[in-house]
């Protein structure tokens, strides 16, 4: 039998691309020289094409496997460092290209309801990115532009005096965050508008593929309660911004009257078209390609159908459409409400929409084959809010795509396949609580997370541990793969301001690639960051080593983790519970918080002696939780504070604030 080191590159990269761990790659480069001239770097390249379908970081393979192993790792433990995202003192306004002082917005009764929208594009190698984050606050988009190579290296160079930085008088509105990432911030002001009368409804970013200059502009579709639907471009290096309107009057009346704008989409294609609801009544179809370059003139719908919302007993009922989103470039779904097909989807075609869906989905398990009223039974009316589509792979979602997700009335998400005669192919859903879903964001194609109407609550789930969707009931067993996080802040001493009790209004995850997800709450921006801080070797991503990586103590040489982690003292501390707790009885009983110690608290890293996804950890007379980052504990071991609580998430004047915006 030949050996090992025999076999020609082919065959050893198609046996290392089915080995499971890192480790397997690094044996055998350790067998002999042939086999570690093999693995470095062909060996990496073949395990990170086939464990995480990664082909396009060839050159860095190595650095990418630590990377992603890394985050896959995180996740698994639950290890996270959450901040607000906080606009500087000062921006850039982009209109103007002046720097103004960022305020607030103050008009509306009660916060501002943010829509998010991020991507982020590998430039060649795993640390080197940009990633681009927006979102609505009132009349104004907020944009971020962060960039974690060259502007990076030569920021972090000028402020440790090593060149001479011409942009230091610019520091106001750019710098470097807690991972050393160069941020630069602009907001664009809606021209005559008013705070909570023209407040932005949703808002998407094109892709750099779907624009003419990706590298020197980006561009932002918004929409607002008052009828306004818009993309804007912004020429970063012209300090030009230019704002281009569609139409969205209803012609049938007169004099034509706009619409409101409530939800958006832009599809994937390289000449993306722009779906919107409009009046909470009709989808319209607009094209970007052939917009038309004049700023005074509006372009006009392409195509437009009203979905009719049937009732089982009686005429259609005057529900609205709450959302919609490309699953494909062809395919656009729908979630209304209230009525028992509350999602209908419709096919693009070379004219404009068809007239008809290409499906409607009774989502009532008692109804058979989907007919209402088969066997005597009433079907139920309900609500479906989000809908996403489910990405292939690491690479996103195709052109092709098929299945899609949606978030209902009843706190239930359910998964949908249109090449499946049933309605649902599986449930998602949380026996502690059923308050609607309000937003819901995909995170690779094997982990999706949904956004809450109530506590300001995320709960994550597992696509591959579904419920049986004719199960009588969601009861099964124990799976810590799901879990819910409270996003409320446990404390707000150390925090200059607390955010009330909201729903989460919208998810943003930039890529698959990213270790950050980005939460919309009444009013504020929560980035949650999945790194753990005793990890000695973390994501490359965050703590370059070129750039300095983590801080570490002059005496002992050990990373002082409170310095490297949170340098500004404005990480969070929240709690969570994972929804496999639960008694027999199905009511939640069982259910055990666990919340997160402040940095500073936790001192002993993974290389001193506490164990990570092992068994429990004691620091400081404190026991741990087995299988999850040390930050967390049981929340029955945390001091009392001096109103006799050991744990408060932060709720406001208001329970549930904010949900008469669903219905």
């Known amino acids: 039998m030949a050996a090992l080191s025999a076999l020609p590159n082919e065959l050893l990269s198609l046996i290392t691309s089915h080995l499971d761990h890192p480790r397997d790659v690094l044996n055998i480069a350790l067998c002999n020289r042939r086999l570690h001239h093999f693995v470095h770097p062909d060996g990496w390249k073949a395990f990170l094409r086939g464990r995480f379908f990664v082909t396009k970081l060839d050159n860095d393979a190595k650095t990418a496997v630590h990377g992603l192993t890394t985050l896959h790792r995180n996740w698994d433990s639950k290890a996270l460092v959450a901040r607000f995202v906080d606009p500087p003192q000062h921006l850039i306004s982009l209109n103007s290209w002046e720097k103004t002082k960022w305020i607030d917005p103050r008009g509306q009764t009660m916060g501002y309801q943010p829509t998010i929208d991020s991507y982020d594009e590998l430039r060649g190698t795993w ?51 807690a991972f050393k990432h160069f941020n630069m911030w602009y907001t664009y002001k809606i021209p005559d508008s008013a705070e909570g009368i023209d407040d932005i409804t949703d808002m998407k970013l094109l892709r750099p593929h779907q624009r003419n200059n990706p590298a020197t502009s980006e561009q932002a579709v918004f929409s607002t309660a008052s009828g306004r639907l818009s993309i804007i471009t912004a020429d970063l290096d012209s300090h030009i911004t230019r704002e281009q309107h569609f139409s969205t009057h209803d012609q049938s009346v007169e004099p034509p009257k706009r619409r409101s704008v409530e939800s958006l989409s832009v599809s994937f294609d390289n000449e993306p078209l722009i779906a919107a609801a409009l009046g909470d009544v009709s989808l319209a179809l607009y094209s970007v390609k052939h ?184 009861i099964n067993s124990s799976s810590s793969s799901n879990w819910n996080l409270f996003l409320n802040p446990r404390s707000s001493s150390s925090h200059r301001r607390r955010t009330p009790d909201s729903p989460t209004y919208s998810l943003s995850i930039p890529s698959a690639f990213s270790p950050t997800v980005y939460t919309g709450l009444e009013g504020t921006i929560q980035a949650l960051t999945f790194t753990s801080v005793v990890d000695e070797f973390p994501d490359p991503f965050l703590f370059p080593a070129h750039r300095g990586g983590m801080v570490r103590s002059q005496d002992s040489g050990r990373v002082d983790r409170k310095k490297t982690w949170d340098p500004t003292g404005d990480v969070l501390s929240l709690g969570m519970y994972e929804q496999g707790e639960i008694d027999g009885d199905g009511l939640g009983t069982g259910i055990r918080l666990r919340v997160q110690r402040e940095i500073e608290r936790v001192e002993t890293g993974r290389d001193g002696g506490a164990t990570t996804n092992g068994g429990a950890k004691k620091e400081n007379g404190v026991v741990g939780v087995s299988g999850l980052d040390e930050r967390w504990v049981d929340a029955k071991d945390e001091p009392i504070d001096d109103v006799g609580r050991r744990w408060a998430r932060g709720r406001g004047g208001m329970r549930g604030r904010g949900r008469t915006r669903r219905r």
């Not at 944009?143 to 920021?155: N, P």
């Not at 159908?305 to 005429?315: E, F």
Request: hydrophobic share 30%; with cysteine.
């Open 291 to 474: 917009f038309p370059s004049d700023d005074a003139s509006s372009q006009e719908i392409l195509s437009e159908v009203a979905p009719i919302m049937p009732s089982p007993t009686g005429p259609p009922l005057p529900g609205r459409i709450w959302s919609c989103n490309f699953i494909s470039n062809s395919n656009v779904a729908l979630g209304l409400g209230p009525t028992y097909e509350p999602i209908q989807v419709y096919t693009v075609t070379p004219t404009g929409f068809h007239p008809t869906p290409l499906r409607r989905f009774n989502i009532d398990p008692k109804s058979e084959s989907g007919n209402a009223g088969s066997g005597g039974y009433v079907p139920r009316n309900t609500s479906i809010y989000p809908v996403i589509p489910v990405p292939d792979g690491v690479q996103g979602v195709t052109s092709t795509n098929n299945i899609f997700l949606s978030g209902g009335y009843d706190g239930i998400v359910r998964l949908h396949d249109l090449r499946s005669p049933q309605a649902v192919e599986a449930l998602y859903g949380d026996t502690s609580n059923h308050a609607p879903i309000y937003s819901l964001a995909s995170q690779g194609p094997h982990r999706f997370l949904a956004g809450s109407s109530i506590h300001s609550m995320l709960k994550i789930f597992d696509l591959r541990y579904p419920r049986t969707y004719h199960s009588p009931s969601f």
């Open 127 to 177: 640390t080197d990115r940009k990633e681009v984050l927006a979102w609505s606050a009132g009349t104004q988009v907020v944009l971020r532009i962060k960039d974690t190579g060259s502007k990076a290296d030569a920021y972090s160079k000028s402020e440790r005096g090593e060149v001479e930085d011409e942009q230091r008088e610019r520091t106001v509105t750019c710098g470097l965050d």
